[in-house]
């Protein structure tokens, strides 16, 4: 056999595209083949570290088959072993208790060694005493962050803030640097006046998830952001009367298209139900007559019969909405004008990208 016919170059810019669709396990055996296998191999294998990850393979009768790797998180103590892993990451999300066995100063050499990061999540509470080896640290490509206990990294976080686009954080009382990059944003509200104070750019904010204890008398000052299209009101839920309060004043938010609230009404009982929504609809809904898709999680059980009256009840000030969910109960329609039909898949229906992780649990 002639083995010229073997020695053929094969377009790189094809083989990227070939492996790029193969699994974390598929990558880990073309790894091994050849050196040139093995340098595409990694590239794909650390460009995204999560603690939970699906890995998708096709069976020998063709089929998708997912397996979920918990410990894949485990990928970043191989760049402690091996540096120049780092420069493949691009998205990295772990639990920082995930980060105890290494010391601050091994922490820090594989931050360093990751200049190309993009977006990064540490998950869960930085405990007193633990140094994540943050400091000094700085990503020049980082758009997009998740820190739970923002006191414990508030120079790290401070450094990045100017270029941040998605920024998921805690309450913190140490006053923080401005961000006007916003696209994305996850925390307090008394956070998010920080980040954005009265005078800075409107235009870039798309998506604010609002979480508790505390929220703010009125959310109007929000509204003057005409490209917000999605508004969450979530974590620790408010009572229907505190949300009244903080909408009642406020101009119209003619951009939301997504809207989820998560009401707290006592204690959850699952043997209750109730006939009676929470709040008038009407009051509720005036604020947000763009919505198409709305989520409001109530702490009782809502009668499918009734939840069916309170979709319509919605639907008389949103015109357009076409997904309703109340807590387990889904609800769509073709458009105005259409029935409402009952759906328990209708919340899958509501576009995810409206308000995106930090780092996804994509497959591989």
Request: charged content about 20%; some cysteine.
């Given at each position: 056999?002639?083995e010229r016919?073997?020695s053929?170059?094969?377009?790189?810019?094809?083989e990227?595209?070939?492996?790029?669709?193969?699994?974390l396990?598929?990558?880990?055996?073309?790894a091994?083949?050849?050196?040139?296998f093995?340098?595409?191999?990694?590239?794909?294998?650390?460009?995204?570290?999560?603690?939970a990850?699906?890995?998708?393979?096709?069976d020998?009768k063709?089929?998708?088959?997912q397996?979920?790797?918990?410990?894949?998180?485990?990928?970043i103590?191989c760049?402690?072993d091996?540096v120049?892993l780092g420069r493949?990451?691009r998205f990295?999300k772990?639990?920082?208790?995930?980060?105890?066995?290494?010391?601050a100063?091994e922490l820090?050499t594989v931050?360093?060694?990751?200049?190309?990061l993009?977006?990064?999540?540490?998950d869960?509470?930085?405990p007193?005493g633990?140094d994540?080896?943050?400091r000094n640290i700085?990503?020049p490509?980082l758009?997009r962050?998740?820190?739970?206990?923002?006191?414990r990294?508030i120079?790290?976080l401070?450094r990045?803030?100017s270029?941040l686009?998605?920024?998921?954080?805690?309450i913190?009382k140490i006053?923080?640097?401005?961000?006007?990059?916003?696209?994305h944003?996850?925390?307090?509200y008394?956070v998010l006046?920080?980040?954005?104070?009265?005078?800075a750019?409107?235009?870039?904010l798309?998506?604010?998830?609002?979480?508790?204890p505390?929220f703010?008398?009125t959310l109007?000052?929000?509204?003057?952001?005409?490209n917000?299209?999605?508004l969450?009101?979530t974590?620790?839920g408010?009572y229907?009367?505190?949300?009244l309060?903080?909408i009642?004043n406020?101009?119209?938010?003619?951009?939301?298209t997504?809207?989820s609230i998560?009401f707290?009404t006592?204690?959850?009982?699952?043997?209750?139900?109730?006939?009676?929504p929470?709040?008038?609809?009407?009051?509720?809904m005036?604020?947000?007559?763009?919505?198409?898709?709305?989520?409001?999680t109530?702490e009782?059980?809502?009668?499918?019969?009734?939840?069916?009256?309170?979709?319509?009840?919605i639907?008389e000030t949103?015109k357009d909405?076409?997904?309703?969910?109340?807590s387990?109960?889904g609800f769509?329609r073709?458009?105005?004008?259409?029935?409402?039909?009952?759906?328990?898949?209708?919340?899958?229906?509501?576009?995810?990208?409206?308000?995106?992780?930090?780092v996804?649990?994509?497959?591989?």
């Open positions: 056999m002639d016919r073997f053929r170059l094969f377009p790189s810019e094809l990227h595209k070939i492996f790029a669709l193969l699994g396990l598929d990558l880990t055996r073309t091994l083949v050849c050196r040139r093995r340098d595409m191999s990694q590239s794909l294998l650390f460009r995204h570290i999560a603690y990850y699906w890995s998708a393979h096709f020998d063709g089929d998708p088959v397996k979920l790797l918990h410990n894949w998180h485990k990928a103590f760049i402690l091996d120049t493949h990451v990295l772990v639990y920082v208790g995930q980060l105890k066995p290494m010391s100063d820090h931050w360093s060694s990751m200049p190309g993009i977006a990064l999540s540490l869960g509470l930085i007193d633990q994540l080896g943050l700085d990503f490509r758009q962050l998740r820190i739970d206990t923002p006191d990294c120079d790290f401070q990045h803030l270029r686009q998605h920024l998921v954080v805690d913190t006053p923080l640097n401005s961000a006007t990059s916003l696209v944003y996850e925390g307090p008394s006046t920080q980040l954005l104070p009265d005078g750019p409107t235009h870039s798309k998506s604010c998830a609002l979480f508790g505390r703010p008398s109007a000052p929000l509204a003057r952001y005409r917000l299209r999605y969450k009101i974590r620790n408010a229907p009367a505190m949300i309060g903080m009642m406020c101009p119209p938010f003619t951009g939301v997504s809207l998560w707290r006592g204690y959850m009982n699952p043997e209750t139900t109730s006939t009676d929470p709040c008038e609809w009407s009051q509720l005036r604020p947000f007559p763009a919505a198409r898709y709305i989520v409001l109530l009782y059980n809502v009668v499918e019969e009734w939840g069916l009256a309170w979709a319509e009840e639907s949103c909405a076409r997904v309703i969910v109340l387990d109960c769509k073709a458009g105005p004008g259409f029935d409402w039909v009952a759906d328990s898949s209708a919340e899958k229906a509501i576009d995810a990208s409206l308000n995106p992780r930090v996804d649990a994509i497959s591989r």
